[in-house]
C-alpha cells in the first residue's frame, strides 16, 4: 500500500512504497566481502590488527566489508568512518532505517555462521562413524 505526504521544506508530493527488494539488496551489500578476503600485504604492521589472533579473524565471513573491523585496517579510521555514514546516509536517503537494516544483516550472518557450525559438526560426526567402521572391520 502506498501513500503520499507532503515534503514540509519543498511543498512536494512524496510518495511511499515498500520496497522489499531494495531492503533485500541493502541487506547484501551490508554483508558482502571481498572473495580474495583481506590483502595479505595489509596484515603486515598494521596498527589495526595488533596480534597474530586479530590477523587470523578478519578472514572470518563474521566479518563483512562493511564493518569497523574490516574498514579500519584496510582504509584507516577517518576513512572508514566517512565510507559507513555515507552508506547511512545513502540508505536513510532512500527511505530505509540504516540501524534496522543493520541488525537484518548481522541476524543473516549470524544464521550463516550457525549453519555453517552445524555443517560441520554434522561432517565430523561422520568422518567418526566413517573412521570406526574402518577399525571395525579390520
Not at 566489508?65 to 574490516?70: K, P, V, Y
Not at 574498514?71 to 568512518?81: C, I, M
Request: net charge neutral; glycine share 4%.
Amino acid at each position: 500500500m502506498d501513500y503520499t505526504i507532503t515534503c514540509a521544506r519543498c511543498k512536494a508530493d512524496v510518495t511511499h512504497r515498500c520496497n522489499t527488494e531494495l531492503v533485500a539488496w541493502a541487506i547484501r551489500l551490508l554483508k558482502w566481502r571481498p572473495e580474495s578476503g583481506f590483502p595479505e600485504q595489509l596484515k603486515k604492521d598494521n596498527v589495526y590488527l595488533p596480534d597474530k589472533e586479530t590477523k587470523n579473524e578478519i578472514d572470518s565471513p563474521e566479518i563483512p566489508f562493511m564493518s569497523e573491523a574490516f574498514l579500519y585496517p584496510l582504509l584507516g579510521k577517518e576513512d572508514a568512518r566517512t565510507l559507513m555514514a555515507l552508506v547511512d546516509h545513502l540508505l536513510a536517503g532512500v527511505g530505509l532505517d540504516p540501524s534496522s537494516i543493520q541488525n537484518m544483516a548481522y541476524a543473516e550472518i549470524e544464521k550463516d555462521r550457525q549453519q555453517r557450525l552445524e555443517a560441520e559438526e554434522r561432517q565430523k560426526k561422520y568422518l567418526e562413524r566413517r573412521r570406526q567402521r574402518k577399525t571395525q572391520g579390520t
